[in-house]
Each structure stands twice: as C-alpha cells, then as structure tokens.
C-alpha cells in the first residue's frame, strides 16, 4: 500500500475510534445528570441525541483543523529542507498542538454541560469538575513553566536555520563550480569535434553559461534556496548534453560493432585514456602515435634498437615483412636481420630503405605499410613495459587492448570514433583538467 493510504486509514481509524469512544462519554454523562435531576432518562431521548451530536462536531471539527494542519506542516517542512522537525514532532504536528486540542476539547465539552444544566436546573458533576479543574490548571501551569522551554528551542531552531543557510550556500558553491568546470569541459571539446556536434553544442554551452550567471545572481541576491534549484538544473542540463558523453556513446556503439563481446567498449576507452593520462614525452608521442596509427618518425620520437634475436622476433610478428624476408629468416642469417632491424627503426630515409628492399615488394604502399606494421610492433615491445599493469588489467593486458585497437582500425566509423575519443581526452589535458575521473563520470553515467 501507498504511504498516503496507510496515512488517511490511520487517520480514519482514529477519528471512529474517537467517535465511539465520545459517544460513550455523552451518553455517561447524559445518565449522570438525568441521576442527578431524579428525572426518567427515558424522557430525555432529545437531550441524548442533541448532546452526541454537539460532542462527536466539536471532536470531529477539531480532528479535522489536525489533519489540516500536519499537512501544512509538512509542507511547510518540506519546503524548507527541514523534515527532521516533522518526523520528530508528535504526531506531525508543531509542538503542543496535541495537548491544546485536547484541552479545548474538553472545556469546550464542559462548558457546553455548564450550559445545559443551567437551563434545566441541574448543577455540573462534580467529576466533571475536578477533570476540567485539573486540565485547566495543568495546560496553562505547564504553559508558564515551559517559557523558558520554548525560548530554547527558538534559540536552537534560529541556530539549526542558521546552520542550514550555511550547508545551503556551500551546497550552492559546489554546484556552481561544478557547472563552471563543465563549461570549461565543453569548450574545450567544442574546438575538437566534427562539425555537426560542433554546432549542437555550441548553443548548449550558451545556455549552460545562461544558467550559471542566473544561479550566481540568485546566490549574490542571497536566496540561497532558489540558487541552489537553479544550479541543479544547469548542472541536469549539462549532465544531459555533455560533450565528452556524446563522443563516448558513440564510440562506444561503433566500437561494440567491430569487436562483438571479446572486450567492453567501455573498457578499451578507459583504458586508453587511463594510459594517455599516465605516460609522458617520448613514451606519450610513441603510444599517440600507436593508438592512432600515424605514421612513426624516427628522428622526432627514436625508436630502441633492437639485437637480431628481437629482430627475428619483430619479422614474425609483421606478416608483410614476414613473407618478404622468409628467406633470411629460414637461413637463419643473423648479421642481415641485425643490420635491416637498425636500418627500419632507425632515422634512415624511407625512400633509400625502399631502394635498397624493393625487389623484396610488389609496390612501395605495400612496403610503407609493412615498415609502420613492423615500427609498431617494436613500440609494443618497447612501450608495454612502462605501462602499469593495474591500468590494463580490465582489457586483459596490453596484448589484447593492442589486438582490439588494430580491429577498430579496420572499421572507418570506429576509427573515426577512436580518434575523437583519444584527442578529446589529449585536449582536456593539455588544459590541465581531470581526464581521468571526467571519463570515469561519463562512464558510470552510461552504463546500465
């Protein structure tokens, strides 16, 4: 059942309850007076039932004015971020409002008693009298006891007020920096993606800058409530038209497209960002140069020359230098692999590397193709190395992040996707923000 069901049947329950029990007490009294008077309670039938009605309205009048009132409390808490009073408060009405309702109950009952008995000539019970006595005294003895009570809980609500408008305005100041570092997010991957997100966003962060100097006037002004409401809702906003999260859906799609379920897509964002973010100088440029699959420059990022059992190694694992040295490999001839191993990973020029092994190829592409195929294996061998394995270790090692890397590249729209996500993330550290808890954020935010 809902909460507010259960509510209104406790209510109800109540009030027939209350009902019975005043019918009872109505009639009581009607018979201790009819006692009282010597009459016959048979010939007061009218009295009785004047008397049940006036109790069971005043009672019932009086409920009602409760239920009305907790939900103006409530409200009322509920408006002012302080629900803790109402769930403290008897019943979920303001302190006192119970013990003033049943003491107006009962004097009101009483008087109207006092009343009727003067008209017929009948004197107040007595045990009435000592009831209502002992109410009377009770409420407003209590009432002048507790003045200095209540002027501590006044000083303690002022005191809880002021703490919350302090919680409010650092609340307020955390969402707005927030807000101001995912402008700073967006503008930053404004300049680096393709066209058609680059106009989409460019009039989302218009408004989110719209929204913060909104949120930043309401909280100059000193409404810190309606600051923080609007803060919120710039920061939904760009929480729901972000950038980064764009890039990395989309990528992520693609992605899933080229390598099925071998490895999450998300995982191999992560971990290429996790690792972008964790090398530096020449160890960054050659892993740029890896992900991407741009064209390696020995003389602007030199590359470790390996010793001829490495080499051997290296020609086994690049298929087209595989098949065009199969010979040298086969006979095992040591001082050639060395001198063709330093030679294509050193600074010599590719068109005197191509005239020296052309004979060895059908075209220059393909011998182009087989050099940076052979460079990267040997960026492998060298970088994997100096790669933390904790950061790898969701993708399986760097092998498998390597073999899903070369997979993408077969799929333009996923290469695409690569590029956007890695020079994003190359962006927003060059701007010297968190990359790697802002991929994490997007990642958590998309994944179910």
């Not at 440029?285 to 470790?304: G, M, V, Y």
């Not at 070369?406 to 990359?435: R, T, W, Y």
Request: hydrophobic share 45%; net charge neutral.
């Amino acid at each position: 059942m809902k909460k507010e069901t259960i509510q209104h049947l406790l209510i109800r329950g109540t009030l027939v309850f209350l009902l019975g029990i005043t019918a009872l007490f109505s009639i009581f009294t009607h018979v201790v007076y009819a006692q009282e008077s010597g009459a016959d309670t048979q010939n007061n039938v009218f009295w009785t039932i004047g008397t049940l009605v006036y109790v069971v309205g005043v009672i019932g009048g009086f409920l009602w004015y409760m239920y009305t009132l907790q939900k103006r409390f409530f409200e009322g808490c509920k408006e002012e971020k302080h629900m803790a009073l109402f769930f403290e408060s008897p019943a979920g009405l303001p302190a006192g409002t119970v013990r003033s309702v049943l003491a107006l109950i009962i004097v009101t009952i009483s008087l109207y008693f006092i009343v009727i008995g003067t008209f017929r000539g009948v004197g107040f019970p007595e045990t009435l009298t000592t009831i209502l006595g002992t109410v009377i005294g009770f409420y407003f003895g209590s009432r002048s006891a507790s003045k200095d009570t209540d002027q501590a809980e006044m000083d303690q609500m002022k005191a809880y007020q002021k703490d919350r408008d302090v919680a409010l305005t650092a609340q307020g100041g955390t969402l707005l920096k927030k807000i101001e570092k995912g402008i700073s997010m967006s503008k930053v991957a404004l300049d680096l993606l393709p066209d058609d997100l680059k106009k989409k966003y460019s009039g989302v962060v218009g408004k989110l800058e719209q929204g913060l100097s909104s949120a930043q006037d309401l909280s100059k002004l000193g409404n810190a409530s309606q600051a923080i409401e609007k803060a919120k809702e710039v920061f939904d906003s760009f929480r729901k038209d972000n950038p980064v999260k764009d890039i990395v859906q989309k990528a992520s799609l693609s992605f899933a497209t080229v390598l099925g379920g071998s490895i999450p897509p998300v995982a191999i964002i992560g971990a290429v960002v996790a690792v972008g973010t964790a090398l530096a100088g020449v160890a960054y440029q050659k892993w740029k140069s890896r992900i991407l699959h741009a064209p390696f420059s020995p003389a602007d990022t030199p590359l470790k020359i390996v010793d001829a059992n490495t080499g051997f190694t290296l020609f086994l694992q690049c298929p087209i230098f595989k098949n065009a040295f199969m010979d040298k490999l086969e006979a095992n001839d040591r001082p050639f692999i060395a001198s063709a191993v330093e030679k294509f990973l050193g600074p010599t020029d590719k068109t005197q590397l191509w005239n020296a092994y052309k004979d060895r190829f059908e075209s220059i592409d393909q011998f182009e193709t087989g050099l940076e195929e052979f460079r990267r294996a040997a960026v492998d061998l060298e970088i994997k190395n100096e790669i933390p394995p904790d950061l790898l270790s969701e993708v399986g090692g760097y092998e498998n992040l390597i073999a899903s890397i070369d997979k993408i590249h077969s799929n333009p729209d996923a290469k695409a996707d690569l590029d956007a996500v890695f020079m994003i993330a190359q962006g927003l550290q060059q701007k010297g923000e968190p990359v790697k808890s802002i991929f994490e954020k997007v990642r958590e935010e998309i994944t179910p």
